[in-house]
C-alpha cells in the first residue's frame, strides 16, 4: 500500500488549494478514505471522509462548509477542495487508510495559510 500525498504549499488567508491523494497497491474503490492534518505542537486531527463509491461524506465542524473531500475511482485518487483558508487551517495534511486490521499513513503535505 501506498499513498502519497500532494498539492500543500503556502496560500494567503481566503485562498484555495486542492490536495491530493494518490493511491496503490490496494483495491481502492473498496475502501473509504479520510484526511487527517496535524498543526504544530497538536494532536494529528480528522478532517472528511468519504465512502468507498464517494456517495458519503463528513466532516469536521471546523471545516464544513470550506473543504470538499472527493475521489475519482479511476485515477484511484482522493481530493481535498480547500476554500475560505484560514491561519488556523496551517497543517500537514494526511490522508488514511484503514484497511483489514491495519491503517495506512502517507507522507503529507504541507499548507501554509498566511499573509
Known amino acids: 500500500v501506498q499513498l502519497v500525498e500532494s498539492g500543500g504549499g503556502l496560500v494567503q488567508p481566503g485562498g484555495s488549494l486542492r490536495l491530493s491523494c494518490a493511491a496503490s497497491g490496494f483495491t481502492f474503490s473498496s475502501y473509504a478514505m479520510n484526511w487527517y492534518r496535524q498543526a504544530p505542537g497538536k494532536e494529528r486531527e480528522w478532517v472528511a471522509v468519504i465512502s468507498s463509491a464517494g456517495g458519503s461524506t463528513n466532516y469536521a465542524d471546523s471545516v464544513k462548509g470550506r473543504f470538499t473531500i472527493s475521489r475519482d475511482n479511476g485515477k484511484n485518487t482522493v481530493y481535498l477542495q480547500m476554500n475560505s483558508l484560514k491561519p488556523e487551517d496551517t497543517a500537514v495534511y494526511y490522508c488514511?487508510?484503514?484497511?483489514?486490521?491495519?491503517?495506512?499513513w502517507g507522507r503529507g503535505t504541507q499548507v501554509t495559510v498566511s499573509s
Open positions: 488514511k487508510l484503514d484497511r483489514l486490521t491495519r491503517t495506512y
